[in-house]
């Protein structure tokens, strides 16, 4: 970087404008990813997407219209597997008396985050998203769609402006 006599910055203009140039696309994209995974149109992109049953929020103090951060819920075929099991532990139990106590297989639930809730009862189902295999799950909320709003309308904003300090030099 060279500084001329009247204090000026050679070079530095562009490099910033490159620079917004390409983080802009960047910041843009992971909020459009956000986005994709919050409105369920991550389907589309071979994302996994499952709809839970039988969910159970941890937080009781929500209000109407607030989101969860954090809900448990079974998958169809959690709900199969663990509607099975019942059944075999409550057969199994009959017969306790003559060998001993049956030992039950622990009941399979998912973690889910951002679900919506109503404030009074937990929902009946969720339909979320999973993007990385064993990752987890995030349910498609408005919650999660605002707030990936902030990276895709900065991203956008970012990549204008460093196209306009490029061209304007």
Known sequence: MSVS?????????RLTGVALVVGGPLLFALGLFAVVTGTGLSGALG??????GRIECHDVRTEKGQTVRHCSGESAAQQR??????????????????????????????????ADHDGRTDPATITATQVFDGGRWYAHS?????????????????????GYRLRRR
Not at 47 to 52: G, H, K, L
Request: charged share 25%; proline share 4%.
């Open 142 to 162: 408005s919650t999660l769609v605002g707030y990936a709003m902030i990276p895709l309308l900065l991203g956008a904003g970012t990549a204008a402006w460093g």
């Open 47 to 52: 994302m996994r997407v499952e709809t839970f």
């Open 5 to 13: 006599a009247t204090g000026s910055t050679a070079g530095r203009g």
């Open 81 to 114: 597997a663990n509607a099975a099991e019942r059944d075999r532990a409550a057969r199994e139990a009959l017969r306790a008396h003559v060998d001993g106590v049956p030992r039950s297989e622990p009941i399979e639930r998912t973690r889910i985050v951002f």
